[in-house]
């Protein structure tokens, strides 16, 4: 991982992350523990920056939204949350490295955030509250429970805004699915008073708390995670799932067509593993800092 420096004292060190694009996603090019080694370095510098961690279910909402485009684009870091989109990207070819909020948020609450740091959650419920303020009694949280539906409620998703913005924070975590999680950290990114590094973690904060338990890691390294889930939780996410399946496969065709169709026109087979025509280097870092 390489860093270089801004122009002016102010700004922070902007990394030079590679950026493509796949199935009309971006995605960046990083390393689990580049990553967790990057927000750990980024933690000191001011103003505000998120992150994001598309999966399939991501994938298929993104299709046709201008607003979850803008969302996705706009993140500071957008790094690849499914096995089974990462076994997709090799057949163009493509590699995409797999970081998963689950253990990021892990490994960052042991690794990186420390005694004393300000935690602004927006919570699923009063008891993911209780339970990661008594899992870790020496960080100063703040939280926010919105009501159920916050995801169609354009009032409620400013309240999320407006409360996690109020006060000076180091991290902030947004534990409330997509896309509304999503939603409220690019809202944040245009408010001039936002601060620190925000995530948006889905069920992660559960899961280290223990209220969820995660799929075996042998079932998340070959791919079948989902699986566990839909075990843990049918009613909810049988139709996710069973929707997601044909939009999916239509956007794999079709990214394979045009990737071969490149590949053709340039007459240089692998382009698409090399990602040349669709890299960028984010040397403008969307961090404002």
């Not at 990021?104 to 005694?115: E, H, K, P, Q």
Request: charged share 25%; with cysteine.
């Amino acid at each position: 991982m390489v860093l270089k420096e801004s122009s002016g004292a102010a700004q922070a060190p902007v990394p030079a992350i590679q950026r493509t694009h796949f199935l009309g996603v971006p995605f960046d090019r990083i390393t689990f523990n580049d990553v967790v080694a990057l927000i750990d370095v980024m933690r000191e510098f001011e103003g505000f920056r998120y992150v994001v961690t598309p999966n399939v279910d991501h994938v298929v909402r993104f299709t046709g939204s201008r607003e979850l485009r803008a969302c996705y684009e706009n993140a500071w870091l957008t790094v690849c949350d499914s096995k089974p989109l990462v076994l997709l990207a090799r057949l163009m070819p493509l590699t995409l490295p797999r970081v998963t909020g689950s253990d990021l948020t892990a490994s960052l609450f042991g690794n990186v955030i420390r005694d004393g740091d300000r935690i602004t959650i927006i919570a699923p419920n009063e008891a993911v509250v209780e339970k990661m303020r008594a899992k870790y009694p020496r960080l100063h949280i703040r939280a926010h429970v919105p009501p159920f539906g916050v995801g169609d409620n354009p009032a409620e998703l400013a309240r999320c805004v407006a409360f996690a913005v109020a006060e000076k924070a180091d991290f902030v975590f947004i534990a409330i699915g997509a896309p509304q999680s999503e939603k409220i950290a690019y809202a944040m990114s245009k408010d001039k008073r936002a601060s620190g590094i925000c995530l948006c973690v889905g069920a992660s904060l559960e899961f280290i708390t223990g209220m969820k338990r995660r799929a075996p890691r042998w079932m998340s390294k070959v791919g079948i995670e989902w699986m566990h889930r839909l075990a843990s939780d049918p009613r909810r996410l049988w139709r996710r799932y069973a929707f997601a399946i044909m939009p999916l496969m239509r956007l794999t065709v079709a990214e394979f067509r045009q990737r071969r169709k490149v590949r053709t026109a340039s007459g240089v087979y692998g382009a698409g593993s090399r990602g040349s025509q669709s890299f960028r280097d984010k040397s403008d870092a969307k961090t404002k800092g």
